[in-house]
C-alpha cells in the first residue's frame, strides 16, 4: 500500500454551524514530506485534528494504514505523533518525566535509551530534569516534537511548526524533519510561510476555506504555475517601448534602463529567441541579462484568486 | 487493553499528588482536626453519648466521611479539568486509548488519594478518642467503594465544567451541604419525625449511615440498603460516564 493516510468525502461543520471542511479528499504517500498550505482559517488543524482523533468527523472516512481512525482507532493513532499548533504543556512536569509519559499514553513498553536519544537530537537532554515552565518557547516547541515522537511514530503531525519561531530554530527543524523522513517517518506539515513548504515539501496541497483547491509535485507545481522573467539592462536607456515589440508586452523600469518579459514556462515557446531578434533589429542593445522564477508565494496568491 | 497508557496517567495523577503534598493531604488533615475539636471536644463535652458511644467517637465515621465525598470530588474533577484548561488534553484524546482506560485512570487516581487521606485521617482522629472498628471488612469496602463513586462523580463533573467557578459549584453547593446535613455529626434518629423523613432523601445518609455501622454497629438505615444505594450512585455515575464518551461531551468538538 503505497498511500498512508487516505482522507475521503471529510467534511466538517462545528457546533456554531460553521463548516470548516467542505468534502475533502487527500492522499498521503508512505515516506513523503507533505506540506499542507493555506492561509489562517483555512481548515488546516480541523484537519489534522479528525485524523488525529481530537475533532469528530461530521462526514467521511479516514484511513491510517489501512485502518479506519474510528472503528481501529487504537491501531491508527498508535502510528501517529501529533506536535500541535499551540505550545501546550505540563507547566509543572520534568521534561523527563512529559516524555516518559507520551510513551505509556500510546502503549508503548518504557525505554529509556530511546527516550535518551530522542531528546539528544533535539538538544534537550541537559534539561531532562528541568521544569517544563522553565524552558524557553524554542525549547518547549522541541519537546512537544520530543513527546510526539515518544512513541516512535510512522507519521509525524507538525501543525505550523515554525510559526513565531526565529531563522535559527526553523532551519534546525528542516533539518530534524529531513532526518525523520531519512528515518522512514512520513511528515505532514501545516505551514502559512510558502518558502516553508517550498524548502521542505516533497508535496503540497492547498487548502482554502475548507477545500482542498490542488495538490501537486512540489517541481510540478513550479513547472505548471512557475512564471518566468526576464530582465534585460539596457546600455542606453529608453524613453519608451517602440511599438513595434507592444506584442511581447514588457515593462519598462522607470529610469528606462530596464526592459522586463515575462513568459510562462510551461509554454511550447516562450518567444526569448523571437524577442532579442526583434530588440536586435530595433537596435535596442543591452550589457546584461537574468531571470527569475515566482516563488511559491506568487503562485499561491494566482491559485486563491482563482478559487475566488 | 492499553495497560501502559493506565500506568502513565495513574502515576502522572498521583505524581501530582505529590507535588501538591501540602494541599492534597495536609491541609484536610488540620482542617478534620479542627472540626474534631469544635466539635467532638467543645459540643461533644455537652452531649454525653450517642447510642453508647462518646460523641467524640461517634463523629469520626461522618468526618472521614465528609473528606472522603469532598477530596474525591475534587481531586478527579480537577484531574481531568485541568487538561482540558490548559490544552494538554490533545495528548489524551489523540492516544490510543479507551475512554475506559482513560477513566479508570483518572477514577483510579483520585480514589486512592482519598482512600489513604480517610485511613489518615483514622489515625488522626485516632489520637483524639478511642475507635474501635466493629467490621473491618465492611469498613474497608464503604471507604473504598465510596471514594470510588464519589471520584467518578467528580470526573463527570470536571469534564462537565467549563471554568473554574462550575468546577467549585458542586462541591460547594451540594456535596458539602448534603454531608452535613446527612448525619455526619448527628443520628438523624435525634431529629423531629418531618425531618427524619426528607433526610432520607439525602444519598449521603446512606453512606454516613453504613459507614457508621462498620465502626459501631450503629446505623440510621440497615446496612444492606446503605450499601446497595452505594452501588446505585456507581451505576448511575457509570452509565453518565459511557454516555459522556459515546457522545463526546464536553471533549471533543
Ligand atoms: N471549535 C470550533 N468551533 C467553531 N469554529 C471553529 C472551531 N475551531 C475552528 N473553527 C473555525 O474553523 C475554521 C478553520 O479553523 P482551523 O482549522 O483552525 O484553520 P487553520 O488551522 O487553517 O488556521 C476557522 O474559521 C475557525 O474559526
Ligand atoms: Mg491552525
New interface residues.
Given amino acids: 500500500m503505497q498511500n498512508i493516510i487516505s482522507v475521503s468525502g471529510l467534511s466538517k461543520t462545528?457546533?456554531s454551524g460553521f463548516q470548516a471542511l467542505k468534502s475533502v479528499h487527500l492522499d498521503i504517500r508512505r515516506g513523503e514530506i507533505f506540506a499542507l498550505l493555506g492561509p489562517n482559517g483555512a481548515g488546516k488543524t480541523t484537519l489534522i485534528s479528525i485524523i488525529?482523533?481530537?475533532?469528530?468527523a461530521s462526514e467521511g472516512e479516514v484511513l491510517v494504514d489501512g485502518h479506519d481512525i474510528v472503528r481501529d482507532?487504537?491501531?491508527?493513532?498508535?502510528k501517529?505523533g501529533?506536535v500541535?499548533q499551540?505550545l501546550?504543556?505540563?507547566?509543572?512536569?520534568s521534561v523527563w518525566?512529559t516524555v516518559?509519559?507520551?510513551?505509556?499514553?500510546?502503549?508503548?513498553?518504557a525505554d529509556p535509551a530511546y527516550l535518551e536519544k530522542v531528546l539528544r537530537d533535539l538538544s534537550l537532554w541537559d534539561k531532562k530534569d528541568s521544569r517544563i515552565l522553565t524552558l524557553s518557547g524554542g525549547m518547549k516547541r522541541r519537546l512537544l516534537i520530543a513527546?510526539a515522537l515518544s512513541h516512535e511514530p510512522q507519521i509525524l503531525f507538525l501543525d505550523e511548526p515554525t510559526a513565531g519561531v526565529d531563522v535559527n530554530l526553523r532551519r534546525d527543524m528542516w533539518q530534524l524533519v529531513r532526518s525523520l523522513q531519512a528515518a522512514g517517518v512520513t511528515i505532514i506539515l501545516t505551514t502559512h510561510y510558502i518558502d516553508e513548504a517550498e524548502e521542505m515539501a516533497d508535496r503540497i496541497g492547498v487548502i482554502s476555506r475548507g477545500e482542498i483547491v490542488l495538490v501537486e509535485e512540489k517541481s510540478e507545481l513550479m513547472r505548471k504555475l512557475g512564471k518566468k522573467q526576464m530582465t534585460l539592462q539596457l546600455q542606453s536607456p529608453l524613453e519608451r517601448i517602440p511599438p513595434g515589440l507592444d506584442a511581447y508586452r514588457l515593462d519598462l523600469s522607470s529610469d528606462g534602463s530596464e526592459l522586463t518579459y515575462t513568459y510562462d514556462k510551461q509554454a511550447e515557446r516562450t518567444g526569448i529567441i523571437a524577442l532579442l531578434r526583434d530588440l536586435n533589429d530595433a537596435e535596442i542593445a543591452f550589457k546584461d541579462l537574468h531571470t527569475t522564477q515566482s516563488s511559491l508565494e506568487d503562485i499561491f496568491v494566482t491559485l486563491l484568486k482563482d478559487a475566488k | 487493553m492499553?495497560l501502559?497508557?493506565i500506568?502513565?496517567?495513574y502515576?502522572?495523577e498521583m505524581?501530582?499528588t505529590r507535588?501538591t503534598l501540602l494541599q492534597s493531604i495536609v491541609s484536610p488533615v488540620i482542617s478534620t482536626s479542627l472540626y474534631f475539636v469544635v466539635f467532638g471536644a467543645a459540643i461533644g463535652s455537652r452531649i454525653a453519648e450517642v447510642d453508647g458511644v462518646s460523641y467524640g467517637a461517634f463523629i469520626v465515621p461522618g468526618l472521614i466521611m465528609l473528606s472522603l465525598l469532598t477530596q474525591s470530588v475534587a481531586n478527579a474533577s480537577f484531574g481531568i479539568y485541568f487538561p482540558k484548561f490548559?490544552?494538554?488534553i490533545?495528548?489524551?484524546?489523540?492516544?490510543?486509548?479507551?475512554y475506559l482506560e482513560i477513566a479508570a485512570s483518572y477514577v483510579g487516581a483520585a480514589a486512592t488519594k482519598s482512600i489513604l487521606l480517610g485511613l489518615i485521617i483514622l489515625a488522626t482522629a485516632g489520637l483524639f478518642v478511642p475507635i474501635r472498628v466493629a467490621h473491618p471488612f465492611w469498613m474497608i469496602l464503604f471507604l473504598v467503594l465510596t471514594a470510588v463513586t464519589f471520584s467518578l462523580f467528580g470526573f463527570i463533573i470536571g469534564i462537565w465544567a467549563d471554568n473554574f467557578e462550575k468546577l467549585q459549584l458542586v462541591p460547594l453547593l451540594i456535596i458539602t451541604p448534603l454531608t452535613f446535613l446527612g448525619g455526619s455529626f448527628y443520628s438523624i434518629s435525634m431529629l423531629p419525625p418531618v425531618w427524619r423523613t426528607i433526610t432520607l432523601f439525602n444519598p449521603v445518609v446512606y453512606l454516613v449511615s453504613g459507614f457508621r455501622w462498620s465502626f459501631y454497629d450503629l446505623a440510621d438505615v440497615h446496612v444492606g440498603v446503605s450499601l446497595g444505594m452505594t452501588v446505585l450512585f456507581l451505576a448511575l455515575f457509570l452509565m453518565i460516564v459511557a454516555w459522556i464518551f459515546r457522545t463526546?461531551y464536553r471533549l471533543?468538538?
Avoid at chain 2, 490533545?90 to 479507551?98: D, F, G, I, R, T
Wanted: charged fraction near 25%.
Fill in positions: 462545528y457546533a488525529c482523533g481530537i475533532v469528530n482507532y487504537r491501531a491508527a493513532r498508535s501517529i501529533l500541535p499551540e501546550t504543556t505540563d507547566a509543572f512536569e518525566a516518559s509519559f507520551s510513551r505509556g499514553l500510546f502503549g508503548r513498553r513527546k | 492499553n501502559f497508557a500506568r502513565a496517567i502515576r502522572f505524581a501530582r507535588r490548559t490544552g494538554t490533545y495528548e489524551l484524546l489523540s492516544a490510543p486509548v479507551s463526546g471533543k468538538t
